[in-house]
């Protein structure tokens, strides 16, 4: 019996790159000796990408679309095709033919040779985008490695091949602010790391802007690791201490009589200084503690409006 594959596909307002894509998978995939199937999700577009990907099901039978109630983001959309996925393996990967399909053979290889993950990263830096994408990619790296509790690659994609235990494991997770990269490296298992070079979006450019980039390595820092709160926590300690050793300087001015009002100025910027020391420290926590509060309201990661999937109830989806 075949095994089977799924590709799992988010797309927003990816009208034309879908045909191209399927096009690509198709062919790619006719030629191994596994059964397939294409799972497109759109993810809130707001434009023609639902209808694009409804043609191609209608020209292929065992390609899938599953609609969102809404722009929920690209790593929710992910899970919600995963969750329905039936394949031995899930293949995920982005719409705009950046990760290239010619790559799955290799993929599959490193699967059949024991590996439970075999992700995807940029040999190098993209030539593809601007200069400022590219300081921003390896600042995000940066500061997820130093501050949190996985390690990920310069460059990691949403492109990998997963078994079906894993899968079995991730379908088991329901986070606030879900960051898949660092929980598909969190879960463990025996993975593989291959280099790629990206090639160059079929149309349209990158929709991620430093701004977003920010926000989400914000979010998967804290999504990892407890680090900023120590971080916070020795600041605290570090400043507290420090400020004992004003204690001589004040013994000192007074006995040699100095000026009490001398020194104003160097008194102003202290103080506006540790206030925001203090401001620093309560957002941290804050942020923590607005997760927490997120979290505890249990509201369903995603939300299917329509599918054409058989599966849509399972025991991890709530619709």
């Not at 799992?8 to 995939?29: D, G, M």
């Not at 923590?288 to 849509?312: A, C, D, E, H, W």
């Amino acid at each position: 019996m075949k095994k089977k594959l799924s590709v799992v596909i988010p797309a927003y307002n990816e009208e034309k790159n879908i045909s191209f894509l399927v096009s690509e998978l198709v062919r790619t995939l006719t030629s191994t000796i596994y059964d397939f199937e294409l799972i497109l999700v759109d993810d809130g577009s707001k434009d023609n990408t639902l209808n694009e990907i409804k043609v191609q099901a209608e020209i292929h039978p065992n390609i899938f679309y599953i609609e969102l109630s809404k722009n929920f983001g690209k790593d929710y959309a992910l899970k919600s095709g995963i969750d329905l996925a039936q394949g031995d393996a899930v293949i995920t990967m982005d719409a705009d033919l950046q990760h290239p399909p010619q790559l799955l053979p290799r993929m599959l290889k490193l699967w059949e040779e024991g590996y439970d993950i075999i992700y995807t990263y940029r040999e190098e830096a993209n030539p593809h985008v601007k200069a400022y994408q590219r300081i921003a990619s390896k600042l995000f790296y940066k500061g997820i490695n130093a501050l949190s509790d996985i390690t990920l690659e310069n460059g990691i994609s949403d492109f990998r091949l997963l078994d079906k235990k894993v899968i079995n494991e991730l379908r088991k997770i329901d986070e606030y602010e879900l960051f898949f990269r660092g929980m598909v490296k969190w879960v463990g298992f025996l993975q593989k790391g291959v280099p790629y070079t990206p090639a160059k979006r079929h149309t349209g450019d990158a929709s991620y802007s430093f701004i977003n980039l920010a926000k989400l390595a914000i979010g998967s820092i804290m999504a990892f690791s407890v680090r900023p709160l120590y971080i916070a926590t020795g600041l605290g300690l570090f400043f507290s201490l420090a400020s004992l050793l004003y204690i001589p300087y004040i013994a000192i001015s007074y006995f040699a009589g100095y000026d009490a009002l001398s020194g104003w100025a160097s008194l102003i910027a202290t103080i506006s200084f540790f206030g925001g020391i203090q401001l620093l420290v309560l957002g941290i926590i804050g942020m923590y503690l607005g997760k927490i509060f997120l979290q505890t309201k249990q509201r369903p990661s995603y939300i299917i409006r329509s599918t054409n999937l058989s599966v849509m109830k399972n025991d991890y989806i709530r619709v």
